[in-house]
């Protein structure tokens, strides 16, 4: 299992159309092959900038999901709303606290 994060900064006057985009997918994100978590953040310092967390079980689960006609259409209208480029991350989980 890897995480995937990314980084995201909105023009202030788009942000509650990137949160409406996210609510109406999330659950269909989630429910991608693979996909076992999904949780969006906001800045404390600057509201302006998100970041979404996901796990994936695999590598190619995440490169399907990004192949995927609901990605592109996500992406299609996230990108819109961008006031800056985004940047994302894999890493690998390395401790685990229970």
């Known amino acids: 299992m890897f995480v995937r994060i990314v980084k995201m900064t909105f023009d202030v006057d788009k942000i509650e ?34 970041f ?4 994936w079980q695999e590598e190619n ?14 992406w299609a209208q996230t990108k819109l709303l961008f006031s800056d480029k985004p940047e994302a991350w894999s890493v690998d989980k390395l401790v685990v606290m229970d």
């Open 17 to 50: 159309r990137f949160i409406s985009i996210f609510n109406e997918n999330q659950l269909k994100i989630r429910n991608s092959e693979g996909c076992e978590l999904l949780e969006l953040y906001r800045d404390k310092a600057n509201p302006t900038v998100f």
């Open 61 to 74: 689960h995440l490169e399907n999901y990004r192949n995927s006609d609901l990605f592109k259409n996500v």
């Open 52 to 55: 979404t967390y996901s796990y």
